[in-house]
């Protein structure tokens, strides 16, 4: 005994304690008014890039991608590009949103809004609920990166720091530089 205490009652005591502990700091938490992440936005991080973050794929539409993000903001979900250049927002960035939005869809991520950030500026888009209206956004830059990718010829001719900045630059013959 110690104090008027017997070694049960002092571990139970201890015990309980935690407990009411444990279950203060969780509702504590659920008041908690959600915080906006950094630069980014949103409440919740979902999703973020790394090298071993999983590739996302939407088999239905044959497009797969890595989005910077994707975040939960209030009822939304968004795919998020994060851009580290002054310049922009270009359509190519909203065309590499849409393709992650349509990724990420097809990896089970409810996605409904698109956003660009350059750590200064941030806008969102709204971006079509079907899958296949979502595609037609982006179905001319579908078909030309597999016509680049099949050899076939393409009707564009990009800017040399397009070009020097794809992927596909060695198997393209159309390539500025």
Known sequence: ???GWDIPSIIAAAIGAGVLLWL??????LLRKPQKLPVIGGE????QDSDNAPFLANKAWGVGAKPDHIIREGEDVIVVENKGREKGPYESDWAQARFGALAARGAGYPVSKVRWVNGKRR???????SDADLF??????YEQVVAVRNGEPVRFRPKAAKCRSCYLRNSCDKRAV
């Open 1 to 3: 005994m110690i104090g």
């Open 24 to 29: 203060l700091r969780a509702v504590l938490r």
């Open 44 to 47: 919740e991080l979902l999703y």
């Open 123 to 129: 806008v969102t888009k709204r971006i079509p609920a």
């Open 136 to 141: 037609e956004t982006v179905r001319p830059l």
